[in-house]
């Protein structure tokens, strides 16, 4: 969905649009509960993506980001707001096994250019790049797609009701994702994320 804000009369109309199928507002509502998407609180002040950042992270930064790993013999990981050092050390290390540069693509929220962040990358330079996301445009990062794909089987699959059974089951999730890389690739068929595939 375009808009950031997902009211339960968007969601409607976005699933009648999409898959021909009309729903009442309360069924909506229930969906998304059931999904994980809870009412929350309106940010304070407005924000907006920027179209014209968008179009030059797809045409311009983006495609120099490819060039250099390409030309470094690196990889490039997509990331989201999980714990992060502890991310950045697993990447690292994965890449030092495999003898690669890791050059990682955030989104712009605050928490990833935190001071502790800043410290620990300029630490690590050699071993690892990052770079962010124009603002506003979560939906141009693949990791949105395993995410929903995992909230999903969680709420669907799964009746968890305490944090061991939550972990158990996410990491049952990307066990079984790991072994399927079609699975994979079809996040980056999203025609959002298709510039990244």
């Not at 409607?12 to 021909?20: H, S």
């Not at 797809?58 to 060039?67: G, H, L, R």
């Not at 990447?91 to 712009?108: E, M, P, Q, S, Y």
């Not at 605050?110 to 603002?135: G, R, T």
């Amino acid at each position: 969905m375009e808009s950031a804000l997902w009211t339960r009369g968007a969601v409607m109309l976005f699933i009648e649009q999409e898959y021909a199928v009309r729903l009442s507002i309360r069924a909506v509502g229930d969906y998304l509960k059931r999904w994980g998407f809870t009412p929350q609180k309106p940010i304070k002040r407005a924000y907006e993506q920027r179209p014209e950042a968008v179009k030059q992270w797809i045409d311009q930064e983006y495609p120099a980001i490819e060039k250099r790993a390409k030309a470094k013999g690196g990889e490039i990981h997509w990331g989201d707001e999980t714990a992060f050092i502890e991310f950045f050390e697993a990447l690292v290390a994965d890449g030092k096994r495999a003898g690669k540069k890791v050059f990682l693509i955030l989104d712009n929220l605050s928490v990833h250019h935190c001071k502790p962040v800043k410290a620990w990358l300029a630490e690590h330079q050699a071993d690892i790049e990052v770079f962010y996301l124009s603002s506003y445009s979560p939906e141009l990062n693949p990791d949105e797609r395993l995410n929903a794909d995992l909230k999903h089987v969680i709420s669907t699959r799964v009746p968890v009701r305490t944090k061991a059974k939550l972990h158990a089951a996410a990491k049952n999730h990307m066990a079984f994702i790991e072994t399927h890389s079609e699975r994979v690739k079809s996040y980056f068929q999203d025609p959002r994320v298709k510039y990244a595939a």
